[in-house]
């Protein structure tokens, strides 16, 4: 706020085109820091998101799936609309209901 202050007293005279330029190339470093922070940061995470969240609506019923606990079994019940998954697994074909949001990965391939 001072500066808005300095800024409106300042007398235009010949200095204050340098002090424009001055002080955009200090902003110019902060700008650059944020666009690096964006593409490095920002922007990856969203598409990991977006990818998961994608893989998860696409589940369907014989996928085989892993949890975030490392259980890896094949799907026997999943309505879109909720949000647990009926998985089976093991050789003697135990059956455990997970939510949806603790399965990590899709490992069966579809079209």
Not at 2 to 26: G, I, N, R, V
Not at 33 to 57: C, G, H, Q, T
Not at 66 to 72: A, D
Request: charged share 25%; no cysteine.
């Amino acid at each position: 706020m001072d500066f808005l202050l300095f800024l409106a007293q300042a007398a235009p005279d010949a200095e204050q085109p340098d002090m424009l330029s001055s002080m955009l190339t200090m902003l110019m470093p902060l700008g650059l820091f944020i666009l690096v922070f964006y593409f490095v940061l920002i922007r990856p995470e969203s598409k990991r998101k977006k990818k998961a969240a994608e893989m998860l609506s696409n589940i369907q019923i014989a996928d085989e799936v892993v949890t975030s606990g490392g259980i890896i079994g094949r799907v026997i019940d999943a309505k879109p609309d909720a949000d647990t998954i009926v998985i089976e697994t093991g050789g003697d074909k135990t059956r455990i209901r997970v939510l949806r949001a603790y399965i990590i990965e899709n490992r069966t391939i579809h079209d």
